[in-house]
């Protein structure tokens, strides 16, 4: 049973947020001025050699005592051997190239369980601890190889929208091969995709393609994840990021109204007073008890919301190339697959569960294919706990796992992506290709916006039709929708310029 544990832990001034699944970050403390160590661990990871493995992504914020400035990010050395690893299950560090975090991982074959002690190297000395606060998190990534795939499946359905070579429907899946640019004759431009595809001066060799390796979230990104970045934030960016302001009354709703939460647990615990920001927590049941709720997938997410937690964790937008690269594998297409590699479907639906709101959640259903979609509008049905489909079981067509070990890739909340065609990733036609820039940590200080500006930004005269793209279905709609190869054109679903019931995501990142 995959479950996940959260352990906020104030010691003196370090705090510490970790996500994922029954990953903990404990018994932290600082090191002189310029380290901070802790222990770690999480279950279900592995490690092949040579080939995949899971990680957790860990970064560190600080603020002074006084509370009187933002959380900062915390550059962390790039020299992986400044980082040390004592006791546990054999872990390492591998350093960033920009220092933005680290990776915490396996360097031998084995698993589930990971442990170790790390002591971190920032980058500069900082503050006396007695005079700063500190926050370490965690975030669960699969490294996803270097390597050939393919994109589309060559479905014939008008309603499908799927990559293929040349112009017609009954074309064959197209081949990635390199990072190299893409003319105009590679992918089709299909009618019935309102242009998504359509490659007017094809595709750059600066785009990611999804053929060299990356990381990429092993879950999409919880609620309790979110609620943590919002408690990171000044009670003005705090505002934006939310759908009700950080003033109103404790147990109000954050990213919806009462009425149409759509199991969106996230609420004000403490209300924002004389400018100080609120803090937010996860009552899935409404009765001020907190904590129920953590680990559901978070929807009401606007593109905004997700590239700025995204900028601010140091992680990236996905490309739509890069979801099909982490969903199938190096594995020859399959006609309407889903994630989990076969064509075979089982719906999981939110008001059929086994411990709802609890870190165990789990459907009442189980077997091949399992998927939370098909479910139709309501405002009592939402999405599942993250990875609520892995189980004991070795099987990835039992716990809705993609080739590489991502979970949820089909069906859940849809993984909002840069897409490939019409302006090709541009904010404004021609310029502004998106290159795959990591966040830096931070955000805009006037708005609380992401600030990358070779990502499609919102903020910046709104986001352009065919920029954006939403991949993978959702626990309301129907089961086409979750299949691998299908894609969903904003202009059918306005997903992204707005906070959507069934619209979440997750982020990437370069080493």
Known sequence: ??????????????????????????????????????????????????????????????????????????????????????????????????????????????????????????????????????????????????????????????????????????????????????????????????????????????????????????????????????????????????????????????????????????VIATPSTNGAPAVYATDLNGDGTYGDGDDIACNYLSWADLTAYLDWSGLRPMTELEFEKAARGPIPSVLTEYAWGNTTFLQAVSSALNNPGAPSETSSSSGNGLCAANGGASTTLGPLRTGFAATANPYRTWSGASYWGVLDLSGNLWEQTVSCGFFNGNRVPGTYTFTGTNGDGRLALLNGEADETSWPLSQIGGIPVGTVIVRGGNWEQGAQRTQVSDRAQVASFAENFTRVRRTGGRGVRRP
Not at 50 to 60: E, I, Q, S, T, Y
């Open 1 to 266: 049973m995959i479950k996940r544990a959260l352990l906020s832990t104030v010691i003196c001034l370090l705090l510490a947020d970790v996500h994922g699944n029954n990953l903990s970050v404990t018994n932290m403390s600082i090191v002189g001025t310029d380290k901070i160590r802790f222990d770690i661990a999480w279950d279900n990871g592995w490690f092949i050699p040579g080939l995949n493995w899971d990680a957790a992504w860990v970064f560190v914020k600080a603020q002074d005592c006084a509370g009187t400035t933002t959380w900062d990010h915390v550059n962390l050395s790039t020299t992986a051997t400044q980082h040390t690893v004592t006791g546990g299950s054999g872990l390492i560090v591998e350093a960033s190239t920009d220092g933005r975090g680290v990776f915490i991982r396996r360097n031998s074959f084995g698993g589930p369980a990971q442990s170790g002690t790390i002591t971190l190297q920032f980058a500069s000395n900082l503050p006396a601890a007695a005079t700063t606060n500190f926050r370490v998190f965690g975030v669960e990534m699969v490294w996803i190889p270097q390597g050939n795939f393919t994109v589309g499946d060559g479905s014939t359905s008008t309603a499908h929208s799927t990559f293929s070579f040349g112009t017609s429907n009954n074309s064959m899946p197209y081949s990635i091969m390199s990072e190299a640019s893409i003319g105009t004759d590679g992918l089709r431009n299909d009618a019935s995709s309102g242009g998504q595809t359509t490659l007017h001066n094809g595709i750059p060799a600066s785009f990611p393609k999804g053929w060299n390796g990356f990381y990429c979230m092993k879950y999409e990104i919880s609620q309790q994840q979110y609620a943590a970045f919002l408690n990171s934030l000044v009670a003005a960016h705090q505002f934006i990021r939310t759908a009700n302001a950080p003033a109103s009354p404790a147990g109000t709703p954050v990213m919806t109204d009462a009425a149409n939460r759509n199991r969106n647990a996230i």
